[in-house]
């Protein structure tokens, strides 16, 4: 079992930065593939980016070169770092916990309550 809970959402205006975090519970969080996830008013949820245990990762292309994932399996938190912000990235984002690496949510057997990422223009 693995419980996460997200942190580090706000209001930001365009072009700026935001770091969110997730801090998962359970022994074994480091076994698992970890994703960020958003859902934008009215939109479908859609993948961001997603890393491995070991360190390997994938991205969205709308979110390459301005947003990075990251983990630290000694602290059971996986990061997202947002740079470059964009309006368009305004959602609420949902962090996840998989056994594989994998950009499809149905593939994430465990979600975080999510935190709201306003990008004013």
């Known amino acids: 079992q693995v419980q996460l809970v997200e942190s580090g959402g706000g209001l930001v205006q365009a072009g700026g930065s935001l770091r969110l975090a997730c801090a998962g519970s359970?022994?074994?969080?480091?076994?698992?593939?970890m994703g960020w996830f958003r859902q934008a008013p009215g939109k479908e949820r859609e993948f961001v980016a997603a890393i491995r245990w070991s360190g390997g990762n994938t991205y969205a292309d709308s979110v390459k070169g301005r947003f990075t994932i990251s983990r630290d399996n000694a602290k059971n938190t996986v990061y997202l770092q947002m740079n470059s912000l964009k309006p368009e990235d305004t959602a609420v984002y949902y962090c996840?916990?998989?056994?594989?690496?994998?950009?499809?949510?149905?593939?994430?057997?465990?979600w975080g309550q999510g935190t709201q990422v306003t990008v004013s223009s």
């Open positions: 359970g022994r074994t969080f480091s076994n698992y593939a």
């Open positions: 996840a916990a998989s056994m594989v690496l994998t950009t499809s949510g149905k593939g994430y057997g465990y």
